[in-house]
Structures are given as structure tokens and as C-alpha cells.
């Protein structure tokens, strides 16, 4: 495998550790066109704005919601702190907190932190989705917001979202879900997670992910207006009166590019990606299985598994880009540059390492 | 004038309202390259991460700092945020406040409201500069930073930051510039803005704007590595163990789009720019006050004047990007897109509409 020179970029064929991936041909292009283009300022940039209006448009549909509210964020990062920043808004206590697994995204240890909200995680169950008993002791008169991850980082697990919702709005909380990484591959699953499931009021859903849209481009969707107008500063100087987004000037790529993928693959260039990758990390867990290695059953594309000591270390040596679950576990998420050839040279690796 | 088309790029040559501009061909060029790569998880893009370095060493370098700490932000928002956010942080008070002038950018009420800091804005004195006199009455032991601008977005004027600082540091508080649109032309001015020229605690400057790098690429300056790490989590899954930005997933296209801009710009060619655009500024003010228009001097190359009622809304109608100043003046920011022949038809096109 080639070494990584100055100023060569990312090779993706060794990459296993990224949520990111290779952006849709069509959204590449967009994305060029469109990089001097600043969606923050709409009066000066006029087409860019409409374009991030269709997008936004489009995460509607793919989430169905009939008239979302929201932008297109640098990530998922930002829809979460966004979403728990106007959960705090909106809210009348003086000491706010957010309810979350312990396997929510550590963007919300971010948003916490930032914006004086405590974070109170619970434990996940043995299938590493929210524990629903624990939330319910968890939640009290002081939670502005509970948080649900349909997609979680380290196992791909959804959690039990309709379930959770019913407990954030029986405690006068607000219900956001972190479909960051599952959003534009749970459309083609069974698993409640949409804006049609549950009455959740926000949603982060990023096209920079599954959706394959150059970074920056996540998404954050409500419900209601009053979740926007939570967020807005006025803006002198712009010829618009005011701005939701956490940052200023925004990436006239990540919006175009965006739109572009969403319209190559929505629905069925993201029904057969779901299907590829899903296969793959099938693949990769019964092969790893064979092997004797403890394995977390893939329900996404996401395999983790237990390996010896040093192995981990060893692959990487070998210019194997993979990470780590918490707990230390190899860590591989199937996006849509992985190759069965990939995966077939990857445990191959694993076997010369092992033997 | 060509009206927009949907899918059209913004054309440049009618923007005179914006802070942004067309990058520097290699900055173009690189940016393409670097699309997919992620330089919030260097783990796994080990290249776009040493660009990053790199990067920060040649701010460092524009703004006379020797052993710079901080990341390419987003923008200057991100920057204004997290240096707020920083001192905060490193602060012990449960009533932090921050000082700012007037003339400061609305990315300061953004930052004030998400962190719970109370912002206390001074008036600035008959050359749009901060009044000292009103700043040293209103810091106070809970201050917790003071904002000094270096380069403001309406009237280009730089504070006086070496005299802040004094009354910052005496109040024990930290001392944050905002050089985002200024500091790539500072260095070719007397103004006294620089690490060098006070003992300053960090600064934001954009590559995104003078700096002609594609958006989005802001720069996070700060003397020392507290700043840094009183901005960082706790990062599972990657394998990098902490994360100080703003955001997660980040733009790689903005980080090698900097590096090339300023490798190719730094210092001959912003000079030349800077040259130009002051010259430009200084033109179209000459113009505006020989039709008996009220101009405010343009310091910096950024130009306010007063038009009659209606002019403002005519010019805008025959798809001029402009935009106005909080009391409503004309403002034309020359950047580096701006040519002479583009403010002579600027020119003539306010004539006719006056005629």
C-alpha cells in the first residue's frame, strides 16, 4: 500500500475508520463550481441560497417531514449543538440538562459544555440501544431536551425512539434524533426513526455521510419555526435580518454538492448503497466470526469486534485507517468507497498479522 | 447585467457587499483535491492534518506569532466564538462578561448568547474606533476577555488594540483581536494589530477573506496552549484523543485551499492586493465625494457613504450585490475580485439612477 506523500490526498481505499466518504461524481462537480459561493450571506449569493432551500427541501422527503424548518450545517456536530441550543432557548428553567445514551455522539458533551446545559447519559442495554427504565428516572421538570441516536458511532444501533419520545414530552422536554450517520441509510429498514415514526421535534441528518456530499455539508431539520427563530442574531451589514446558524460565512460546496448527491441517489442510488454496504459488513462479520473473533452483529454498516492485543496497532502499521470503539473494540464503518476487494485485502492482512 | 440562473455560480464581478472573494488559482486547484478529506479526524487524513499545521505556522508568520496555537476554523465566527469560549473557561466567575465595541461583529451577540456571557458594548469615538474611556468604565473583575477589531466590518477602522490590551490585562481579563477581514492586509499598514505589537491572547483572522483561500477557512490564533486545551473534549473513536473545534467533521477543501493561497500570496502578492484595493477604495471615494456625496474616508479598503433615499434599492435593482451599514449607509468592501473597471460602471450606473 502506497505511503502517504505531502500533499497527496486521501487515498480512500484504506480508509475503514471514516463516516465521511467520496463524494457522488455529480456533487464533486457542483461542489467546484459552486466553492466561492457563501450560503451565510443569501442577498449577495442569491442562487446558492435558493439551492440550500431545495436541499433542505429534499432532507424533508427523505425524512418525511412535509415542511421542515432548518439549514445545512458544517455536520452533525453542529445540528446537535444546535438542536440542544434551542431546546435551552426554549425552555424556562434555570438549570436545563440533556438526556442522552452514553452512546450519543461526544457532540453533545460539546453542546453541553458550551451552553451550561448538564448532561445526564444513560446506560444502553444489551443491544447497545437507550435504556428506556433509565432515561425515564433520568428525565425530570429541569430536561429541555432527550436525545435519541438512530445510527449510533460505535455500533450502528437505533435507538428506541418512539418509545423515548413519549417520555421526553411526558416530562415537557423536547425530542431531538442524531440520525447523523443512519439517516439516508434507515429509509430502507424497518426501524422507526423519522419525523413520520414519532412526533420528534429535530432531527440532524448529514449529507456529508451516507448521503455522499462533499464535506461540510450535515443538516439540521425541525419541525416547528419556533425552533429556528430560537436560534436567530440579527445581522447588520447582510441585506437579511437575521441568521440561525452557529457559524457565519458557510460552505457554498457542501450546499451545492449536497443537493447534487440527494438528486443522483435519492431513492434508489441510496436503496442499492444501503444494500451493498450492508453486504459488506455482513461479509466482513462472518468472516471475522470464522476466525473465532468476537464480532457485534452488523444491523447497519458497521462491524466491531474484539481483537487480540497489538493487532489493532499492527494494521494500522500497515496503512489500515480503522478506529476504535470505547471499550477498545476494531471499529469498521462500511460507506460507499468500501470494496469487497477492500475487505477481502483487509482480512487478508488480518491473517498474515495473526498467523 | 446578466440576472442569476438558477444553478449559476455567483458571478463576482457585481458583488461589492461581501467579505468573501474568488480564491487564488491555487488555492482553487488544491481545495478540488482535498474535497473528501476530513482534517477534524487526523488519525485517519494524516495529510490534510500536516497541511493544517502548516497553515497555522504561516499564520502565525502573518501576524508576528513564533509558536502559534489554534486550528483553521470555519470562519470568523468560529473564531470569535471559541476565544470567547476559551476565556470563559479559563475564567472563575460565575457572571463572566465580555467587552466589545459597537463597531464589533454580530458573531460576538452569537457567541454572548450561546455561552452565557454577558456582552457589554462600548460606544466608538468620531473615527469609528472604541473609546477607551468608555471601555476601562465598563470592564469590571468579571470580565472575562475584551474585543478589540482590527479592521471593522462596516468602516475597515482598527481599534486602538495596544491600549485594550493594557486596560484588559489590568482588569485581569483576556484580550481577543478580531483581524478576521483585516489581517491579511495589516501587515502592509502602520497599525499597531499584531502579536508583536501587544501582548495580545489570541485573534481571529480569515483566509476565506483577504487571505483569498475558498470558504470555508477561518484561522484560530493563540499565544499559549491553554486556550487550546480549555476548548478540547474528549474524542472516542477517533484515534486522536481530543478535539478543541467548534465543529467535527471539517472542511479539508478549506485547509488546502488556505495553505495554497498563503504559500502562493504570502507576503508579495497581499501586498500587491492590498495596494490595489486601497487604491480602488480611495478612487470610488474621490468619485462619491466629487458628486457631493457624504463619504466616510476609507482607512482600510472598504468605503461607507450616504445615498440619497431609493438609490440604495435602484443600484441593488439593476443587480448590484451592496449592502448597508447599520445606519443605513452604502458599504462597498473592495476585494481582491473588485477591478477599477467594475466601480467605473458602479459609478455610472449611480449616475444615471441620480440623473
Request: charged share 25%; hydrophobic share 40%; net charge negative.
Amino acid at each position: 500500500m502506497q505511503r502517504l506523500r505531502r500533499r497527496t490526498p486521501q487515498e480512500f481505499d484504506c480508509v475503514l475508520s471514516s463516516m465521511c466518504t467520496v463524494p457522488h461524481p455529480a456533487a464533486h462537480d457542483e461542489a467546484v463550481r459552486f466553492l466561492s459561493s457563501n450560503p451565510g450571506d443569501p442577498a449577495t449569493y442569491q442562487t446558492i441560497a435558493k439551492l440550500e432551500d431545495e436541499a433542505v427541501e429534499l432532507l424533508g422527503e427523505i425524512t418525511d417531514l412535509d415542511e421542515p424548518y432548518g439549514y445545512i450545517t458544517s455536520g452533525g456536530t453542529e445540528a446537535n449543538i444546535q438542536a440542544v441550543h434551542a431546546a435551552r432557548n426554549l425552555a424556562e428553567t434555570d438549570s436545563p440538562n440533556l438526556v442522552a445514551p452514553e452512546s450519543g455522539h461526544f457532540s453533545l458533551t460539546k453542546a453541553a459544555e458550551m451552553l451550561g446545559v448538564e448532561l445526564r447519559t444513560v446506560p444502553v442495554d444489551d443491544d447497545y440501544r437507550a435504556d428506556l427504565e433509565a432515561l425515564e428516572a433520568a428525565v425530570d421538570s429541569d430536561t429541555v431536551v432527550v436525545v435519541g441516536v438512530a445510527g449510533t458511532t460505535e455500533y450502528g444501533r437505533v435507538d428506541p425512539i418512539a418509545a423515548m419520545t413519549d417520555i421526553a414530552h411526558d416530562a415537557g422536554a423536547r425530542m431531538h434524533v442524531d440520525a447523523s450517520w443512519g439517516g439516508f441509510i434507515l429509509p430502507f429498514t424497518e426501524y422507526e426513526w423519522s419525523f413520520a415514526d414519532a412526533p420528534i421535534d429535530s432531527m440532524a441528518i448529514d449529507p456529508h455521510k451516507f448521503g455522499q456530499a462533499p464535506v461540510p455539508a450535515g443538516g439540521l431539520l425541525a419541525r416547528d419555526r419556533a425552533t429556528v427563530d430560537a436560534l436567530a442574531v440579527d445581522t447588520p451589514y447582510l441585506e437579511t435580518t437575521s441568521q440561525a446558524t452557529l457559524t457565519g460565512t458557510r460552505s457554498g460546496a457542501g450546499v451545492a454538492g449536497a443537493l447534487a448527491a440527494m438528486e443522483s441517489l435519492w431513492s434508489a442510488g441510496y436503496r442499492q448503497q444501503y444494500r451493498d454496504q450492508q453486504a459488506n459488513a455482513e461479509y466482513l462479520a462472518s468472516e471475522l466470526q470464522a476466525r473465532g473473533i468476537e464480532t457485534v452483529e452488523p444491523t447497519l454498516p458497521l462491524v466491531a469486534a474484539e481483537l487480540a492485543p497489538g493487532t489493532f496497532e499492527s494494521l494500522r502499521e500497515v496503512d489500515w485507517r480503522i478506529s476504535r470503539t470505547a471499550s477498545g473494540e476494531l471499529r469498521v464503518v462500511c460507506m460507499p468507497h468500501v470494496t469487497r476487494e477492500g475487505l477481502e485485502s483487509f482480512v487478508s492482512d488480518l491473517d498474515r498479522i495473526r498467523s
